[in-house]
């Protein structure tokens, strides 16, 4: 019995990386056949996905680093005195902690999103949330450390960097997720029709069937002689 291949066509890879996509990245159930949605999810392919304002918010937050280090540090030298031994530790460990975090904090962020690769960018995320943004309502909410009038001003301008940062962050994770599986999904189907493709190459056409006068193949490992071309299937 012949057995026929058929390449796959552009539109059904696109339109099969899409569904894949929105699985894994966004976890939409819409429709993809529409070559509005194919045109779109070929362009987010190949589009740079680094989020501008994101970037934006790293570049003055690291402007903003070294003026919020240094209050914090004065304010904390004016105080000291004041407070009980363990608020002492409490605020000099806080503030050791978030300088750490935050040089860190920013490198992976800087890196993450000009280069657009999702470790470091979720790094990034992770930092924020869970260290730079517990300590800053720690300094800002707890009265009896002593709050000053410039310590609150320069940590309430620090928490909002941290929160539009996190929001920020959360977009641009989701555009380069969502571009690395559609990336993925159409390189295996690269890898699929190139294997489909060379087994192709080992059919070898005998001649029309007389019912449908399609051509037809068989399969064969060895050099065949140029008068097999007149050879009908039956």
């Not at 800087?110 to 517990?134: C, D, H, M, R």
Request: glycine fraction near 6%; charged fraction near 15%; include cysteine.
């Amino acid at each position: 019995m012949p057995v026929f291949y058929s390449p796959t066509s552009q539109n059904l890879r696109m339109g099969q990386a899409s569904r894949g996509g929105s699985v894994f990245s966004n976890n939409k159930t819409e429709d993809f056949n529409s070559d509005h949605n194919l045109e779109q999810e070929d362009t987010t392919v190949n589009e740079l996905v680094s989020h501008l304002p994101l970037q934006m918010l790293l570049y003055f937050n690291v402007v903003y680093f070294p003026c919020w280090g240094a209050s914090a540090v004065i304010m904390l030298d004016l105080k000291f005195y004041y407070l009980p031994g363990y608020y002492q530790g409490l605020l000099v460990t806080g503030i050791v902690l978030l300088t750490l975090c935050e040089i860190t904090r920013l490198y992976l962020g800087y890196i993450g999103n000009l280069k657009e690769t999702v470790p470091e960018l979720a790094g990034f995320w992770l930092i924020s949330f869970l260290f730079q943004f517990p300590i800053l309502l720690f300094l800002l909410t707890d009265q009896d450390i002593v709050i000053l009038p410039l310590e609150r001003a320069v940590h309430s301008i620090y928490l909002v960097f941290i929160l539009l940062e996190l929001l920020a962050g959360f977009f641009a994770l989701r555009a380069m997720t969502r571009k690395l599986s559609l990336q993925f999904h159409l390189r295996q189907f690269g890898e699929a029709e190139n294997r489909q493709h060379h087994n192709h190459h080992h059919l070898q056409p005998v001649g029309l069937t007389p019912a449908f006068g399609v051509p037809c193949y068989a399969r064969t490992v060895l050099p065949m002689p140029t008068h097999t071309n007149n050879v009908h299937c039956h």
